[in-house]
């Protein structure tokens, strides 16, 4: 009986690890989503589209635009969204890079740069960097009993986002 309860003990603590993945992409060790589109709409309209997306994507962030340039077919700014981590309110503020770029055969959207500013009592409210809290998650060492709830978050705030910017441009 002894022998029988050691066999099954490995296979009590596998079943209670957390097996789910989550799949943040990365370039040269930071966080960095990429995707590109095809249209058949001009490089103008798409560009337009693309502005305004940012615009109403983004209100409330001063500046709104710190780059846009029809010529290039660039748009670049700063994105931010809220990431709820927890039951009792903490939350993070994830502030982030985005660059939209336009040419005559599509249009391609980049964020990266990603900075997180947790909302929680006893805690810092600066920026930091979140690419060195991703990697310690990664490797098994969580900074948070909430740091499953923020990636998860980012994850599916951005892909939503990019997900935005394909339908304010297929209209």
């Known amino acids: 009986m002894l022998f029988t309860l050691y ?5 009590a603590n596998y079943a209670q690890q957390d097996t789910s993945k989550i799949s943040i992409p990365m370039k040269n060790g930071k966080i960095n989503y990429e995707q590109a589109f095809t249209t058949n709409k001009s490089k103008s309209e798409v560009f ?11 209100p409330d962030e001063p500046p709104k635009l710190y ?12 994105g931010m969204f ?22 005559e055969s599509g249009y391609a959207i980049v964020t990266n740069n990603y900075y997180e500013k ?3 009592k006893g805690i810092s409210n600066e920026y930091s960097k979140i690419s060195y809290r991703w990697w310690d ?3 098994g060492h969580p ?3 909430e740091d499953k709830r923020l990636f998860t978050g980012l994850d599916q705030n951005t892909l939503q986002l990019i ?9």
């Open 163 to 171: 997900s935005s910017l394909k339908q304010s441009i297929d209209q």
């Open 137 to 139: 998650y990664r490797q």
């Open 67 to 78: 780059s846009s340039d029809k010529n290039t077919g660039e748009i670049k700014g700063i």
């Open 7 to 11: 066999i099954l003990t490995p296979l």
């Open 143 to 145: 900074w948070s009993v």
């Open 48 to 58: 337009a589209r693309a502005e305004k997306w940012f615009a109403k994507t983004f």
């Open 82 to 103: 809220k990431v709820i981590t927890s039951n009792t309110g903490n939350y993070y503020w994830l502030k982030f890079d985005v660059n939209i770029r336009v040419a």
């Open 118 to 120: 947790p909302i929680e």
